[in-house]
């Protein structure tokens, strides 16, 4: 799997977060509470920021959520190995630039 941006390790949880110039990013975990994790297996959601600062990964930790509205998914996906999350990574860096919005404005 390639490198990821940020690491969250807390003991039987791993996450990945990678940030791409599109404004997509992706969520990627093993663990105890994710889907597969205790087969080895991984799950990834697809994110977008809710900061305009999207290609630090620092000011994006914290600030993004899960979209459901990508031609690679409508959820959050599971069961996967790594050779599937490197796949839709490269799926989730090739899609077309997504601009950020703001968060408020996003229901109005």
């Known amino acids: 799997m390639r490198e990821p941006d940020w690491?969250?390790?807390r003991g039987r949880n791993i996450r990945y977060r990678y940030f791409f110039d599109n404004g997509y990013g992706a969520s990627v975990?093993?663990?105890?509470?994710?889907?597969?994790?205790?087969e080895g297996l991984w799950e990834l959601a697809v994110i977008i920021s809710n900061t305009p600062e999207w290609k630090s990964p620092r000011s994006a930790n914290e600030?993004?959520?899960?979209?459901y509205d990508t031609?690679?998914?409508?959820?959050?996906?599971?069961y996967l190995t790594e050779g599937d999350v490197?796949?839709?990574?490269?799926?989730i860096e090739s899609l077309p630039k997504r601009e950020y919005i703001d968060p408020w404005l996003r229901n109005v």
């Open 7 to 9: 690491v969250d390790d």
């Open 29 to 38: 975990a093993t663990g105890y509470s994710t889907y597969g994790g205790d």
């Open 86 to 91: 490197d796949d839709l990574l490269n799926q």
């Open 71 to 78: 031609p690679i998914t409508n959820d959050v996906l599971g």
């Open 63 to 67: 600030s993004f959520q899960i979209v």
